[in-house]
C-alpha cells in the first residue's frame, strides 16, 4: 500500500486505488515542511478529506508536465520503505525519497524527503491512519 499502489494511483491521479488504504476516523497528517525542527511542522491534514484534496491537486499538477524519463520508473527507483516496525495492531514505516526526475526540459526535480507512516490493523487488513511528511531526508541535526 506504501510503494506500488501508491505511486500508480498518484501517477493515474485517481484517489479510489488508496482510498481503501486508509483509515478515515481519527486521520492525522502533519506536514514537517522539510524542516528537522518540530517547531516548524504543521497540522496540514486534520482529517483524510483534507489530505485526499491536497493529494489530488498534487497528483494532477504532476500529470500535467513533462519528463524526459519514465516517471514510474524514476520514483520506484528513489523510493526505499525497508524500516518498519510492528508493535501489536499498530506499525510504524519510514518510507524515503532519495533521488531525482529528469524532465523534458532539461531541468531536475530533486526528489528528496522522508515520511513516517502510523498505521494499523483495521477490519482485517493494515491501513494508514496518519503520517508526518514531507520531512527532510537524511534529518540532520535540528
Not at 23 to 40: A, L, M, Q, T
Not at 46 to 68: I, K, T
Amino acid at each position: 500500500m506504501l510503494v506500488e499502489r501508491d505511486i500508480d494511483a498518484f501517477l493515474s491521479a485517481d484517489w479510489s486505488k488508496v482510498a481503501g488504504d486508509f483509515v478515515e476516523e481519527g486521520f492525522i497528517g502533519i506536514d514537517g515542511r522539510h524542516n528537522v525542527s518540530p517547531d516548524k511542522w504543521r497540522l496540514a491534514f486534520p482529517s483524510l478529506n483534507a489530505y485526499c484534496n491536497e493529494w489530488l491537486r498534487q497528483a494532477q499538477d504532476f500529470a500535467r508536465q513533462s519528463f524526459g524519463e519514465d516517471p514510474r520508473t524514476a520514483i520506484f527507483t528513489t523510493t526505499t520503505l525497508e524500516d518498519i516496525e510492528i508493535e501489536g495492531d499498530m506499525a510504524l514505516a519510514r518510507k524515503k525519497f532519495d533521488g531525482s526526475l529528469k524532465k523534458t526540459d532539461g531541468s531536475v526535480d530533486v526528489l528528496k524527503w522522508q515520511t513516517v507512516y502510523y498505521c494499523r490493523l483495521h477490519q482485517g487488513r493494515w491501513k494508514i491512519c496518519g503520517f508526518t511528511g514531507y520531512l527532510p531526508n537524511p534529518m540532520g541535526e535540528a
